[in-house]
């Protein structure tokens, strides 16, 4: 399969890359950064979460956060919604997505959101019926797709199970998640593969974190079967508060890199995104977790 000519990056920074952030980030600050990702180019953003705020309660100036974005013309904004009460809540804030999130693991799902995986699906049932009724897009996150931190290695027909149940209750894309970083680049395509069962490749994405290495090897895994929308964090931010020891995703920076490296589109500018990059970064008080940004970063002081 000849490699895609262009790939859509959703920056999912604001949401996975701040919700585990012990020290609370103003929603200023949650405001500025979807700025600078739009300035830099990013198409769509994923802006917040409205989830508990006693099990998230980074995420619990959503709406707020929300109200404060200055939308442009052409960038999608989306927030995760885990059931009826925050859809209810996120509609108000005119998404133009909502991600509803399930894993292939069962342990995961019930530390994660405190339902089976056959529960969470009806609870989405209604709220995705609701959502495309009101013309928001409605993506799919399957956590855990190669592994969890509880059960250990996930067998691919896990990941396909979950696909055909979003299939049926009306969910539109699913993104195979990552969700502790210890896919490779084969069982990274197994699991893709599963979700190709029921999607197609235009309605499928790579959500891949970090932990131990290998995010950059499994998107060009997930390019060589077609696969050309991934999700990806500015600054390399982030990691699931109820998946311990995980790192963040896939820094953005380091996904721009390796596609402008291989003449692949993206529409960003790299400089503008080692820019926001360096914002939040200065603004956490650490270092970004982007090699791409870093070396970047580092040449222009020079
Ligand atoms: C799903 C629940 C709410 C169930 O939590 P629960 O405790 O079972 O919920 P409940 O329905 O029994 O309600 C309990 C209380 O929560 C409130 N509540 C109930 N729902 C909401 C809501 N939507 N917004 C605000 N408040 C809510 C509700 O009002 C009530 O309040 P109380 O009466 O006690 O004051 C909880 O488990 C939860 O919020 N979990 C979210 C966990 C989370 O955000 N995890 C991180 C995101 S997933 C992720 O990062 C993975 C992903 C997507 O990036 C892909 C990957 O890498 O794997």
């Known amino acids: 399969m000849p490699l895609p000519s262009r790939v859509k990056l959703v920056d999912v920074g604001p949401r996975d890359g701040l919700q585990n952030e012990k020290q609370m980030v103003p929603a200023a600050v949650k405001i500025e950064l979807v700025q600078r990702l739009q300035n830099a180019g990013l198409k769509e953003i994923e802006v917040t979460s409205f989830v508990s705020p006693k099990w998230v309660p980074q995420m619990a100036d959503n709406a707020e956060v929300m109200a404060g974005i200055a939308r442009q013309p052409g960038v999608r904004y989306s927030v995760l919604v885990p059931n009826q009460q925050g859809f209810e809540a996120a509609q108000k804030t005119q998404p133009d997505e909502i991600v509803v999130f399930a894993a292939a693991s069962e342990a995961f799902s019930q530390r994660n959101i405190n339902c089976s995986i056959a529960e969470s699906i009806e609870r989405f049932r209604p709220v995705v019926a609701a959502a495309r009724a009101q013309n928001m897009y409605v993506r799919g996150a399957i956590s855990c797709a190669v592994g969890c931190p509880y059960e250990g290695e ?64 499994n998107t060009l895994a997930a390019l060589q079967l077609g696969v050309w929308q991934f999700d990806a964090s500015v600054a390399g931010l982030g990691g699931c508060p109820y998946a311990k020891g995980a790192t963040g995703n896939v820094a953005t920076e380091d996904v721009v890199y390796l596609l402008h490296g291989m003449g692949i589109d993206t529409g960003i500018d790299l400089e503008l995104l080692v820019d926001a990059g360096q914002f939040i970064s200065d603004y956490l008080g650490r270092k970004s977790n982007s090699r791409a940004a870093t070396a970047l970063w580092t040449k222009r002081l020079n």
Do not use: N
Not at 154 to 175: C, D, F, S, T
């Open 154 to 217: 996930i067998a691919p027909e896990r990941v396909a199970q979950v696909a055909r149940l979003m299939r049926e209750i009306g969910v539109q894309h699913v993104g195979v998640a990552d969700t502790i970083g210890v896919g490779t680049p084969l069982k990274v395509q197994r699991a893709l593969e599963a979700a190709l069962q029921h999607y197609g490749l235009d309605e499928i994405s790579g959500h891949f974190h970090d932990t131990y290495g290998q995010a950059l090897a």
